[in-house]
Nanobody, 122 residues
Framework: QVQLVESGGGLVQAGGSLRLSCAAS????????MGWFRQAPGKERERVAA????????YYLDSVRGRFTISRDNAENTVYLQMNSLKPEDTAVYYC???????????????WGKGTLVTVSS
């Protein structure tokens, strides 16, 4: 049974930082691409960042590029999202997901965590 468990969300002031973690189990982690997605109230879920199985290739939403960094530790079966210079518009529930491919299509990702809430106050 595949499980993805996010942690690290919380309340932060604009300009602050948070580091999200996602611990994976029940899958061969090093064979999966990992992604971070977010969904704000009333909006569709969007892919924020993704990383290939080796960690070499990374992908970012334009609005977070330069502020967010995705990384992974295949020995620890964990993917991270370092979020700096946070803005109120970054407020959302953040989800991690796993799939053999780094698809841009949200619905194509196979496995999902339950999410962690990030709130950025102005």
């Amino acid at each position: 049974q595949v499980q993805l468990v996010e942690s690290g969300g919380g309340l932060v002031q604009a300009g602050g930082s948070l580091r999200l973690s996602c611990a994976a189990s029940g899958l061969t982690f090093s064979r999966y691409a990992m992604g971070w997605f977010r969904q704000a109230p009333g909006k569709e879920r969007e892919r924020v960042a993704a990383i290939g199985w080796s960690g070499t290739n990374t992908y970012y939403l334009d609005s977070v590029r330069g502020r967010f960094t995705i990384s992974r530790d295949n020995a620890e079966n964990t993917v991270y999202l370092q979020m700096n210079s946070l803005k109120p518009e970054d407020t959302a529930v953040y989800y991690c997901a796993a799939d053999p491919r780094t698809s841009t299509v949200v619905s194509e990702w196979a496995y999902w965590g339950k999410g962690t809430l990030v709130t950025v106050s102005s």
